[in-house]
Structures are given as structure tokens and as C-alpha cells.
């Protein structure tokens, strides 16, 4: 019988939601998603001097804004810390853990000497085989009987299988002297009871699966398949720093970055499918598999970021792009556009998303939309609005009256005086960017006569013409 997939995302919310986080979560997504599975999310708030509100809350938006859903309700940590102080007690009864009454100086006691005879300083508690009978009334903690002899194997999906010499391992506690429940054993009991079937993360936890792994075998518990992917590097191969893209994920959302196009580029970052660079999230979802994650270190390169960005975006439907914009608008504080500016746009995005790969760059191909009238050219493209140029303007002004407004019919148009004047279309073209957008690099003319209309484009040629007529 094939079990039901389950992967969760288990951040600690000390800090903003980074972007190694954001492609664990993004990886634990699309294996569910692709399997029919669950994805769960459950956050490791049991650090209560590091862990704040507004960290979750960071993650949860985060997540959102990455699109990256989870099901069921968001498990705390902190709130099950019942639960796994009643599995070290079940542990204890069973005998399969101990009550160690070392206190903190016996055991550094333990290390000093052992480190002066050159032994092992992992500690021994004398407790360990106790007879319960000589046990003090004091505080104690509970610690695993760990196995002495023989290897731990965690037979990892990325790494191969990694052999840890159990003797290498100490009876770790479970719990402290206070009676709270340690990190190590909320992992374990958590992912045990919300059914975890993968555990897919980054591979600075591979030595706690060692660890963990003994609290399965001790609870008779079936163990998730381990797969502990490599962590990601800046372009230089070095750990990745905040220069290199080392940001929460709402600096990416803040830079303007699609999302459906940093899912693409996260998915690639340390997993391949083949030589495929763009892919859409049904395909990464029906293709993604732990047999493609890379052993080495992905390095993170905003080139490439951008690219896919771009190929997203042009691809996205006109309202999703919209829709997106309008957030990205929000999250970064800026003025949310007019109803007149919405409508132009809802015109112009179908060729606006086509040359665009991040919304800073879409809004600059907006530009001939988003400002009003009096269209200040800027220098670059006031060197175009020469005498001949204006005289040609005010030539073509009075033949656009009348016209349909038409695509067909302005060409028509244009053509013409530009043949009339023996000159090549870009000639023209360069005043009208000028008198348009009051910029060099624009959207094709005729685009942006048709999103403005008969009535802005007059007078924004007017405009040019009589601003030169003052100056000149
Ligand atoms: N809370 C851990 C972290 O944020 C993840 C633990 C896990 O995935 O098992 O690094």
C-alpha cells in the first residue's frame, strides 16, 4: 500500500524567512503538490527568548507571497510541549531512557578528566544503569540509553548513506532537570505525530538526524525518508551573504521579482530536470524528485533570476500580472494608481509584460501612462525635438483629428509624413517617444497612441510643440 505523501516546512522564527528557507519550504511544496500529498507547516517556536511574533508572521507572508500554501492549520511547536515530555516519559518507563542526577559540574568534571587522559569527552552518565533504588530525591534529567556499539546509517536521498559510529553519540537528553522537553525530541514527536513521511531540509541538520533517528528506533516509530540538500552559495562559491541575495524573501518581493518566477528560479537553485531552465509550477510540481537535488552547493546568481523572471512574467495572464504589480505597489509603499491610470494599464499590459522582468521595469515601460501631462522629456530624449522634428509634430498634428484610431490607419499615417520627409520612420518615432513618454526608450509609438487615445496624444504633441515655441 502507497502511504500518503506528507513534507512539512519547520522554521524557527528567529528571524525573517531567508531564502534558503523560502526553497526548503519551496521543495517540501512541490514534492506534496506533485504527489497528492500534504504539505504541512509547523513553526519551531520553542526558543522563547529568540523567537517573536512578528518573525512568524514574517514566514507566513513570506510563504503567502511565494504562493506556497500549506494544508491544515499552522502547528506550534511550543504548544505541544506536553507531548513530548510524555514520549520521554513513555521512554522511561519502557527503559529505554534513564533518570541521570549528574549535575552540571560532575559532568564538566567528567569532560576535564577525560580530555587529560586523551579519552572521549562525550559524557557517560554513571546513572545509565542505575538501580533505581539508589536514585537521590533531586532534580534529574531524562537521557535516551543510546546503543554503545554499532553505526547509525541514515540513508539519505541526496547525500548517500551517512554511517555515524554510535559511539560517537552520547545519550543525549530528552529532558532537562526542569522537565522541558528538548529540540531534538519536539522534532522527532511532531513530525511523528502530524505523519511526516519526508523530511526534505538543509543539510546542517544531517547531524541531528543521527540523533533523531535513535528516538524513532527507541519508540518503534517508522522513519521519514531523509533528504538534506546543500545549502546555497553567492556567485563567488562563498557562503552566501547579504550582498549576494542572502535576503528574507520579502526583499525579493520588494525588488519587484515575480513570484511564479522566483518559484522557477528557486526550484532550479541545487535541483535539475534535464536541461530545463523555464518551467511553469504544473510541470515543476509533476517533474520535481528528490533524485534531482545536486550534492554541491547552488549558487545563487540574480542574472539569472532576472531572466526567468522575465520569461514568467510575459507568460502571466494580463490580470495576474496586474494583480501582482498592485501588491508589489503596496509592499513597497507606493502611491496605488487612479482609476484613469488602471484603465490605461489594463490596456497596455498585454505588450507592457512582454518587456518587463521585474515590476520596477514594468512601471518604467509604464511610464508613458503613469505620468500626467506636461510630459517633461528628459535630456536624452529633448535632443530629438529639434526645429525639424517640431515642424514635422505640428504637420501631423491636425491629420490625427480626424483619423480612426486605429492601429492600421495611424500607421498609415505616420508613414506617410515620415515618406514625405524623406526620412526613415525612426526619425519620427524619436520625437514622438520624446512628446509621449518624454523618454528615448519607450514601447512601440503606435502602442502607446492607442492606450492614450486621440484626445492625451494631441496634447502631448501640442504640449511638445508649444514648449518648443517658447524656447526656441
Ligand atoms: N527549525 C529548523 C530550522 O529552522 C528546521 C528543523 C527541521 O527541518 O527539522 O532550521
Not at 540509553?145 to 553519540?169: E, H, S
Not at 530536470?273 to 509533476?286: I, L, N, R, V
Request: aromatic share 8%; hydrophobic share 40%.
Amino acid at each position: 500500500m502507497s502511504e500518503t505523501v506528507v513534507t512539512r516546512f519547520a522554521p524557527s522564527p528567529t528571524g525573517y524567512l531567508h531564502i534558503g528557507g523560502a526553497r526548503t519550504a519551496l521543495f517540501n511544496w512541490l514534492y506534496a503538490r506533485g504527489r497528492g500529498g500534504r504539505f504541512l507547516l509547523r513553526i519551531e517556536d520553542t526558543d522563547h527568548e529568540r523567537s517573536t511574533p512578528a518573525a512568524t508572521q514574517a514566514i507566513l507572508d513570506g510563504m503567502t507571497w511565494l504562493g506556497l500554501d500549506h494544508d491544515g492549520e499552522v502547528v506550534s511547536q511550543a504548544a505541544r510541549a506536553d507531548r513530548h515530555a510524555e514520549v520521554a516519559n513513555q521512554l522511561l518507563a519502557e527503559g529505554k531512557a534513564y533518570k541521570c542526577f549528574s549535575t552540571q559540574e560532575e559532568i564538566q568534571a567528567f569532560r576535564d578528566q577525560a580530555r587529560e587522559e586523551k579519552r572521549s569527552t562525550l559524557f557517560q552518565s554513571p546513572w545509565r544503569d542505575a538501580d533505581p533504588a539508589t536514585h537521590p530525591n533531586a532534580p534529574f534529567a531524562v537521557r535516551i540509553k543510546a546503543p554503545r556499539d554499532g553505526a547509525t546509517v541514515i540513508a539519505d536521498q541526496v547525500q548517500g548513506d551517512v554511517t555515524i559510529r554510535n559511539d560517537q553519540l552520547d545519550d543525549m537528553i530528552l529532558l532537562r532537570s526542569d522537565g522541558t522537553p528538548v529540540y531534538m525530541l519536539a522534532v522527532v514527536v511532531d513530525d511523528h505525530d502530524m505523519g511526516v513521511t519526508h523530511v526534505i531540509r538543509g543539510d546542517d541538520h544531517l547531524n541531528n538526524a543521527a540523533r533523531q533517528q535513535m528516538i524513532y528506533d527507541a519508540m518503534g516509530w517508522d522513519i521519514p525518508v531523509w533528504a538534506h540538500i546543500p545549502l546555497i552559495h553567492g556567485p563567488d562559491g562563498k557562503k552566501l551573504s547579504k550582498r549576494h541575495g542572502a535576503l528574507g524573501v520579502e526583499e525579493y518581493q520588494k525588488l519587484g521579482y515575480p513570484a511564479a518566477g522566483m518559484r522557477n528560479y528557486l526550484a532550479r537553485l541545487g535541483w535539475s530536470h534535464g536541461d530545463d531552465e523555464f518551467f511553469t509550477d504544473t510541470q515543476a510540481q509533476a517533474w520535481f524528485d528528490l533524485g534531482g537535488i545536486g550534492k554541491s552547493p547552488a549558487r545563487f546568481d540574480f542574472k539569472k533570476l532576472e531572466n526567468l523572471c522575465g520569461q514568467h512574467m510575459a507568460v502571466m495572464e494580463d490580470a495576474a500580472v496586474l494583480q501582482e504589480w498592485a501588491d508589489y505597489l503596496a509592499a513597497t509603499g507606493q502611491d496605488i494608481p487612479s482609476s484613469a491610470q488602471m484603465t490605461r494599464m489594463e490596456q497596455a499590459i498585454g505588450f507592457l509584460k512582454s518587456s518587463a522582468k521585474t515590476y520596477p521595469q514594468l512601471i518604467d515601460k509604464a511610464a508613458f501612462l503613469l505620468n500626467d501631462r506636461p510630459i517633461e522629456p528628459d535630456e536624452k530624449s529633448a535632443r530629438s525635438l529639434d526645429t525639424v522634428s517640431i515642424g514635422i509634430l505640428s504637420e501631423l498634428t491636425p491629420q490625427l483629428q480626424n483619423v480612426s484610431w486605429t492601429r492600421t490607419d495611424l500607421e498609415t499615417i505616420l508613414n506617410g509624413v515620415a515618406e514625405a520627409h524623406g526620412i526613415g520612420f525612426g526619425k519620427l518615432a524619436a520625437p514622438m517617444r520624446a512628446a509621449l513618454a518624454g523618454r528615448a526608450a519607450t514601447p512601440s509609438v503606435f502602442d502607446m497612441m492607442l492606450v492614450l487615445g486621440r484626445d492625451e496624444t494631441l496634447a502631448r504633441l501640442d504640449d511638445a510643440i508649444s514648449r518648443a515655441g517658447q524656447t526656441g
